[in-house]
């Protein structure tokens, strides 16, 4: 990992907060409130403690820019939701909080990762890491009026 990149795994409403504020403006959204964000944190430490999954924080320079998360299903860790702040990208924290979902997933008995990949941003990161390409997935737009 590059100097100053680092993750570990979601246990905290801090933590919750800190993920909320990268989701916002990546995936354009409205912000958790208080009781949304202790929903959020239910969620995760339920599905952290059953072994179903987790949500990982990644950080440059103890600065939260970076986070995804893991499901795992039958030995597999479906990887999703990663999202990174456009002004932290190239810098390695996507590769940070992949390295961690990809470590906790198999600490939890995963054996395997799937992960869908942007061409454009996140694929090549995983083709480094060794992920093999598998298929392509398409997305089509109607404009309805």
Same mark, same amino acid.
């Not at 969620?43 to 599905?47: D, G, K, L, S």
């Given at each position: 990992? #590059?100097?100053?990149a680092t993750?570990?795994?979601?246990r905290s409403l801090d933590?919750v907060? =800190?993920? &909320?504020s990268?989701?916002v #403006?990546?995936? =354009?959204? *409205?912000p /958790? &409130?208080e009781d949304? /964000?202790?929903?959020?944190l239910d969620?995760? $430490? !339920? !599905?952290l403690?059953? +072994? &179903? +999954?987790l949500?990982?924080?990644g %950080?440059l320079d103890?600065?939260?820019?970076s986070?995804g998360?893991s499901?795992?299903? &039958? +030995?597999f860790a479906r990887?999703?939701g990663a *999202?990174?702040? =456009?002004s !932290?990208? +190239?810098?390695?924290a996507y590769?940070a909080? /992949?390295?961690?979902?990809?470590?906790a997933? *198999?600490?939890?008995g995963? $054996?395997?990762?799937?992960?869908?990949g942007r061409?454009?941003?996140?694929a090549p990161?995983?083709?480094?890491?060794? @992920?093999?390409r @598998?298929?392509?997935e398409? !997305?089509? %737009? /109607? $404009?309805?009026t």
């Open positions: 990992m #590059p100097a100053g993750a570990e795994v979601v933590q907060r =800190e993920v &909320d990268i989701n #403006p990546v995936w =354009e959204q *409205a /958790l &409130d949304g /964000l202790r929903v959020e969620e995760v $430490t !339920a !599905a403690a059953s +072994g &179903d +999954g949500r990982v924080i %950080r103890g600065e939260a820019v986070t998360g499901t795992i299903v &039958d +030995g990887l999703w *999202a990174t702040l =456009e !932290a990208r +190239g810098r390695g590769r909080v /992949l390295a961690e979902r990809l470590r997933s *198999a600490e939890l995963a $054996t395997t990762a799937l992960v869908k061409i454009a941003t996140s990161i995983l083709t480094r890491v060794g @992920f093999e @598998f298929g392509d398409r !997305a089509y %737009r /109607l $404009t309805v």
